[in-house]
């Protein structure tokens, strides 16, 4: 069974830096797709960034310059390294794997917010 899990999340502070783990178990035959999306309260669910098959990776405009994303396949694990962090950031930050068939895989997400 296929288990997608995250950590990492916390209470930071404006400028601090975080650093997202998604630990993958189970086996995901042709991997497509392996992203983070993040999902604030009342807003929609957002893609933060992505790794494509070919290992070439892809951040989206809001976190360009600040957050980076990087597997490890040694580890099954995929990781967001997340600097310079901002209020509009926080969010719930999950995991997600597409595979070529169109099969999607969620974790259930890490909470990053701060003390406000």
């Known amino acids: 069974q296929v288990q997608l899990v995250e950590s990492g999340g916390g209470l930071v502070q404006p400028g601090a830096s975080l650093r997202l783990s998604c630990v993958i178990s189970g086996t995901i035959f042709d991997i497509h797709t392996t992203d983070w999306y993040r999902q604030a309260p009342g807003k929609q669910r957002e893609l933060v960034a992505t790794i494509y098959r070919d290992g070439s990776p892809y951040t989206s405009d809001s976190v360009k310059g600040r957050f980076t994303i990087s597997r490890d396949n040694a580890k099954n694990t995929v990781y967001l390294q997340m600097n310079s962090l901002k209020p509009e950031d926080k969010a719930v930050y999950l995991c997600?794997?597409?595979?070529?068939?169109?099969?999607?895989?969620w974790g259930k997400g890490t909470l990053v917010t701060d003390s406000s």
């Open positions: 997600h794997i597409q595979n070529v068939y169109g099969v999607h895989y």
